[in-house]
Every structure is written in structure tokens, then in C-alpha cells.
């Protein structure tokens, strides 16, 4: 076993693998960017080299400069992680040439797998079922458009050296093949730095589900089962799940053969990951076609250690050091149900739009034991934090386990149900609507799950109305109370000699105004009303390390809610779900003028990657206009409504920030 180990990321994977190693006895060297000097992976290793910029290509992606650090500290090994270098021959050739161990498959599979078209090739020569496609070296644009004519629609564009869902465009028919033709190419180059695509069958009704393989150095390969991973936004994941629902015996071993195949084909050493299409046709049974190898642990290995009681790190230490796989294929088992959800900074209910800001809130469930935990968080952040625009936008994941899938189920909705996150937009409440949907929760699961699902899915406010309302002014009147004193002049109770007090409230809710009247009534109780709604509002603080907590009465709804106020802003948390409302200043926006409707601007830091229109040009309101890169994805920006463009005021290959004016617009 190694003494030293370098992690050659960030984030929650290197947190993770900090800790397996801590756990064996083996020390760890972190490295950071600029942005990550403060950042919790740095602080969770024994040493840290500052290795570069903010931007992953000066800092994560420089090679040489992380196998100096490898040299400088003494490092034994490199461990890369997922995402940046892990899938790089060239980075594990460097490494064996420096006399540093590569933990992970050497340079030759990382190759062989790494270009989904050879590998399809490769992998059609070793039995294994691929998806009718085109994965030759002829890139000529008509020729990949005869193919996917051949091919028959749907086709799906994939680049060949991609993943993580970045060039990838689904094609309904011939007429739009062009156009998203070149938007994948263009996003594979900016990506990859090759534009090479190949064109497959989209299989309708599509499972996405992989099988964890691991090889030593002595000729050994198993498969430690399998994971759904069907639940997709942009074709990237955000649920999984394993075992896989429905699985059968038999098909879990005609598939983790498969894999094993696939594996030995390129003399595979350590974790990797064989991903499949399965395909569920209207007549009944499944079908597994080959879609790529991950040469590297995923990130959703959680689920599979959950599983099996195993430590796949450990694994990934032990096997890059020369010992041969701790167990064999018969000895493997699996033992209950376990669901991971990516937690992410993001809007989903706007076409899930990147989120950027500080983690002013971040409070996470009780969890439990490291492996095969009841609850689990895997992160890289700490409550004050700043999820920025340089990497990517997944904050934590949350990995449940239960004897049971319905247990599983109901201990996630739980586990997110106390996750508390303010300051920046998360895709939480968004999960819970996943998790309780009728598909997911019924294991009627494909790859098109959220869009057949929107319905229950997105613009969903399970708080309310009068619960929020209800909430924020037992914030306000809380925060009042904390205030008073001895002095009966600092009480505010609302007494007075004669008649009644009345407050007013000004809220937003959900894009609405409201105006809410207080009333104290001789008794002491309070009366609440807005619109048509009216009630006695009754509360009673209860312990609690942070924000307001309260045991609140209102319309014959009791509810124990949590608060923070940020600004105007009331975030409100509770057991149906979380929401905000803004409690509005009046005075504080007194002369305040209307925002200039010919504006358009940035909705993140990033990249101008292209403009669609010029000076002059006519728009209409939903016409895409710009096209901006960040947090690794493309982002199309559409006109705000009907009009001329007046001015460029960006140039493609230009970083703004947040809320930078990007062009303007005379209205129509």
C-alpha cells in the first residue's frame, strides 16, 4: 500500500478519496486554483500545492505542474478523481514515466475507450451489443447526413470524445440534422478539442444502466453489479439507483458478462464503469446495447458501496498498488436498496439554468456510517462557501440506503426534506418532485422521465400561499420579540389605550404582489388577512442553531417551519416542502424606477460563444439571440420580447459577469 497519494481534483471526489485514505493510514496531498485556496478538499488533505488560475485549463487540467507537486511532496501516486484528467492517456503515460502510479487503468485502455467510435468497433469484435450506428472516420457533414438518413430517426449526435452529456444532440428529423450537426460540433471542440462525431439509432424508451467492473494487475475482472441512472436533465444524470427495478438474475449476469468482456477486451486494471442502452419495447422483455466505458470511478459509486459494503477507493489503492481484487465474483452480493441524488446549484424550472453565489445556508441531515450509511452526503463544500461559474455546478450528493426500494424512497424525500440551502438556487425541491412522482416512484423509469413527468415536475410550489405568508410575518414578529427589553417602550405586542393596531405587509409571492393586513386583537391573538384569506395566526419559537424556528398554526394548517431572512427575502422550509417570499420595503423603493425593458443581460458569469443577430436586425420576443458557455454547458439567450437590435455590446470569446448588459434593443 502506497504511503503518499496526490488527488488530482477538487470538490467532493477529493474529499471523498481524502477519506478512505485517512481511514488506511495514507497520507494525501491536495492541490488548488486561485478560487479553491479556501476551499474545503484543501483543508481535508495533509498537504496542498497551489497548482494555477481560476479556470481548470491553468489550473486541474495543467498536467505537468501536478506531477511536480507529485515529485515535489513525495507522492507515490496520483489519484485523478473524475472529469479533468482521469480519462487522459497522455496524463498516465506522464505519470508511469515519472515513476508516479496512476490509480487507474493504464494509458493503453484510457485510449482504447476513449474514442467512442474505435471503441464501438473494439467492442463489436468482443461480442459485446452495440446500437446500430455510424462510427467511421469520415466526418464530411452529406456523408454524416446519409448516414443518419440510412440509420432512420431519431439519431442521436454524440461526440466521440465526449461525455458528461456535452456534445450530444437527439435529431427528430432530417431537416434539422444540419444545424444540430454543427452546435454539437462546436460545443465538442470547445469541450475536447475535436469535433468528431458519430451518429446512433435513439432507442425509444431508453433505461440507462451501467455496470461497475473492476480489474487487478493478476487477471482478474468482475462486476459489482449494476445502477440505473435513467433520471436525465441534459443527458446528465440525477438520480441513480441500484440495484437496478426489475432486473432479473439472469439479465444481470447476461450484463455484467458483457462488461467483464468489454473490460478484458482492453486489459482493463481498476474501476470503470460499461454504460448501456436498454431498450424496452412495447411487446414486453429488455434489450442491452453498448454505449461507452467510463475508464474511472463515477460519481455515482456511492449507490454500489452501499450495495455491497465495499469501499471502491480502497479498492482503487489497494489493486494501483499491485494487490489483486479482495474478493471474487461469487463472493460479491447484494444487500438492500440505495438512491443518490445530485444536489446542484441550478433553476430547474428554468430549462435548470446554472446558479452561482455563497452558500449563506447550508445544512445538511444526519447521516450515519461512512459506507453503508442510512443517510450519506458526499461534498467539497462548507456553509459560507461560493459555488462559482469556473467549475461545476453540483454542490453535494445525497445517498440513502433501506432494506427495500419504498424504504430507499421514503428515507430520500426525507433526507431532502431537511436539506437547508440559501443563497443561491438548488435543485432540491425539485428532486422531492422527482422522488414522489408517479414514474420514479413506481420504477417506470427511462431516460425521458422528467419531460414525460413536467407536469408534476417544475413550477410546483407545495408550501402555498398561506403558509408562506403565515411564516414570514412570524418571521418578522420573532425577529421583533429578540429585540425587546425591560423597558416597556421596546415592546411590540401591538397595545395600545384605545382601538386596534393594524399593520400592513407588502409581499411578492411567485411573481405576484399581495398586501396583508396584521391585526392585534384586546385578547392577544393576532389576526391575519390577505385577499380572501383570513385567520388567527398562531406561533411559538422552538430551538434551533440557525434562522427562526417555529411551531405555526394558521387556516387549520399546523406546520413546523424554518426560516432564514436574507434582505427582503423570507426562505421557508418545512416538511411540504421549501419557498420564498419577499417582504417588501416599501420605503426602500420609494422612487425606484421600472427596469429598462431594452436590456438584455447575463443570467451567470461565463463566455460569449456567439451571436445570432447584428445591429439592425428585427427580433421577435423568444428568438435566440446569443449563445453563452458556463459551468461546461451552453446556454441559449432568447430576446425578451419584440424589437431592433441596436448594438453588439460583447464580442464572441468575451468572459462577463452576472447581469452584464449583452447587447441592446429598441422596443418595437
Known sequence: MFTKILIANRGEIACRVAATARRLGVRTVAVYSDADARAKHVAACDEAVHIGGSAPKDSYLQWERIIEAAKATGAQAIHPGYGFLSENDAFANACANAGIAFIGPPASAILAMGLKAESKQLMEKAGVPLVPGYHEADQDPAMLQHEANRIGYPVLIKASAGGGGKGMRAVDKAEDFAAAL????????????SDAVLIEKYVQRPRHIEIQVFGDTHGNCVYLFERDCSVQRRHQKVLEEAPAPGMTPEFRQQMGAAAVAAAKAVNYVGAGTVEFIVEQPPEGGMRFFFMEMNTRLQVEHPVTEAITGLDLVEWQLRVASGEPLPLKQDELRIHGHAIEARICAETPDNNFLPATGTLTVYRKPACTAFERGVVRVDDGVREGDTISPFYDSMVAKLIVFGA?????????????????????STNVQFLR???NSPSFAQ???????????????????????ALAVASAVAQTLVTERALESTDPFSRRDGWRPHGLTVRRFDFEYLGESLLAHLTYLHDGALQLAFGDVSGVLQFESLPTEGGSRMDLQFQGQRQTVQTWQLGEIVHIFCALGATQITEIDALAHAGVAAADGGRLTAPMPGKVLSFAVKAGDVIKKGQALAVMEAMKMEHTIAAPADGTVAELLYAPGDQVSEGAELLKITAA
Request: hydrophobic share 50%.
Open 433 to 435: 418532485h422527482v422522488v
Open 443 to 465: 420504477a417506470n423509469l427511462d431516460t425521458a422521465l422528467i419531460p414525460r413527468e413536467a407536469a408534476v415536475l417544475f413550477h410546483q410550489d407545495k408550501v402555498g400561499l
Open 404 to 424: 427495500t426500494r419504498a424504504e430507499a424512497l421514503a428515507r430520500m424525500d426525507a433526507a431532502l426534506a431537511e436539506t437547508r440551502i440559501v443563497g443561491l
Open 182 to 193: 454543427a452546435s454539437c460540433q462546436r460545443e465538442a471542440r470547445n469541450s475536447f478539442g
